[in-house]
């Protein structure tokens, strides 16, 4: 893959049979696109995850995959999800997602497709890897890629290649714990960095602290936040600090380089970049652990189905 486009020329315009399908499985969003060898997609389409049953879930993602595919045949797909995942028998169950426990998603895709092979990985591997080969990783030696949304999660690159683990579930930062004595989780533990750091974690945290909006969601706290509201100041100040620490802990077990922060809260940079870095001096105490660049996504909302299509593309990677 040598370059990246978003959102292109008709099928009609590239030789046939050389594209996958890329899928991007949120709490929030399920997406679905055509993506080229060179990095072109086509075919964009998302739906909301709806609320409900495993089987309401697949069929709206069924949906949204075959509206991306057309009539075009492809040689693979590849799919980041929330995780955990279970990679070997191709089953999700997504923290965030609670009605699909060990959900068959990989063979059921494969169905639906006709049979070309699948790649399962987290959507924070799958971003990762786009974020490594075009956008804001570029270089790294050492590389942790978050997505920072709904949930919490976090892919590996460690020289140039991914690090998932034997279950497919290694840098899922958003599960450890940065408070012995916080919050419940709703992965089963307590004081996780997703209790402090991701999108709904914010928004409740600030709503049980006197936050209100008529709106009240992610984009209105940061709102709030950059218009000096102290409530929402101290949300995106909490969730800096939970953040930080869950950084500086992976950096000093990994030696990373290079921390790429996507998902939805990265949009709120501006107002999340100086607590973060504040907390960084607290918790980051090691040299090595000190040098550890911590920056934005690049590639923003097109990540996770680019790292997706390169996995299904170069399956070796993993």
């Known amino acids: 893959m040598t370059g990246v486009v978003s959102e292109t020329a008709p099928a009609t315009d590239r030789p046939p049979g050389h594209a996958v399908l890329a899928v991007d499985i949120g709490g929030t969003k399920l997406a679905a696109a055509l993506v080229d060898h060179d990095g072109r997609l086509r075919g964009r389409t998302t ?15 069924a949906a949204a995959v075959t509206e991306a595919r057309g009539e075009e045949a ?19 169950s997504p923290v965030n997602i ?30 990762a890897v786009a974020e490594y080969r075009h956008g804001a ?16 999660g976090g892919g590996l690159i460690l020289d140039g290649k991914v ?27 307590r004081g996780c960095v997703e209790t402090f750091t991701s999108g709904t974690s914010m928004v409740r945290w600030a709503r049980a602290n006197g936050w209100t909006h008529s709106a009240p969601d992610g984009a209105a706290l940061a709102a709030d936040a950059r218009a000096g509201h102290p409530v929402a100041l101290a949300a995106f ?22 921390v790429v922060i996507g998902g939805g809260v990265s949009r709120s940079w501006d107002v999340l970049e100086p607590p973060l870095v504040r907390a960084m001096r607290d918790y980051a105490g090691l040299a090595f652990v000190r040098r550890v660049t911590v920056v934005p996504s690049e590639l923003g909302a097109e990540a996770g189905l680019l790292g997706a299509a390169a996995l299904a593309h170069d399956p070796e990677l993993v």
């Not at 409900?52 to 879930?57: K, L, N, R, S, T």
């Not at 895709?109 to 971003?127: I, R």
């Not at 930062?173 to 916080?182: F, P, R």
């Not at 600090?241 to 030696?255: H, Q, V």
């Open 237 to 258: 100040d909490r969730a800096g600090r939970g953040l930080a620490a869950g950084i500086a802990s992976a950096a000093a077990l990994c030696d990373l380089d290079r």
């Open 47 to 61: 739906r909301p995850t709806p609320p409900g049953d495993a089987e309401a879930i697949w069929t709206a993602l």
């Open 98 to 127: 609670a009605s699909w426990r060990g959900f068959p998603v990989r063979d059921r895709l494969a169905a639906l497709l006709g049979g070309p092979p699948v790649t399962l990985v987290n959507d924070a591997v799958a971003g």
């Open 163 to 189: 690090y998932a683990g034997p279950t497919g579930n290694a840098g899922h930062i958003g599960h450890t714990t940065v408070d012995l004595n916080g919050e419940p989780c709703p992965c089963g533990s």
């Open 74 to 92: 492809v040689i693979g797909a590849g799919v980041g999800c929330a995780g955990p995942l279970d990679t070997v028998a191709g089953t999700a």
């Open 137 to 152: 990783g570029r270089g790294s030696r050492a590389m942790l890629g978050m997505v920072v949304s709904t949930g919490v």
